[in-house]
């Protein structure tokens, strides 16, 4: 399994990274917080490091971390635009449940 971009996400990632030349790709995992227990983060990826997983699609790589692979191996990433509002939006396989405001993800491993 991979992380992979939508064709809209891959363009805004791609326009990022035009924009930063010193950034290697994006970088993408989880953190904890909220209601739920996780949440995704996305950044550019200023380098690698160890233990990191590179996905690549078309040019662009995609740095996950050993901790966020098996809660995020398998997402879709998306980029949405909604009238005057503009976001990624994540389609993970793993998410079991999320909190009622959308932030937080919960897993079947969580779970147990």
């Given at each position: 399994?991979?992380?992979?971009?939508?064709?809209?996400?891959?363009?805004?990632?791609?326009?990022?990274?035009?924009?930063?030349?010193?950034?290697?790709?994006?970088?993408?995992?989880?953190?904890?917080?909220?209601?739920?227990?996780?949440?995704?983060?996305?950044?550019?990826?200023?380098?690698?490091?160890?233990?990191d997983t590179v996905f690549e699609q078309d040019g662009v790589r995609i740095f996950v971390d050993a901790v966020s692979l098996p809660l995020v191996e398998g997402t879709r990433i998306d980029f949405l635009k909604q009238g005057l509002g503009e976001m990624f939006v994540f389609q993970n396989p793993n998410a079991t449940a999320e909190c009622g405001c959308g932030e937080s993800f919960t897993t079947s491993a969580d779970a147990a």
């Open positions: 399994m991979a992380v992979t971009l939508a064709p809209a996400a891959l363009a805004r990632v791609q326009h990022f990274l035009t924009e930063t030349p010193a950034a290697l790709g994006l970088r993408f995992g989880v953190t904890r917080t909220g209601c739920s227990g996780w949440q995704h983060v996305a950044d550019l990826a200023r380098e690698q490091r160890e233990g």
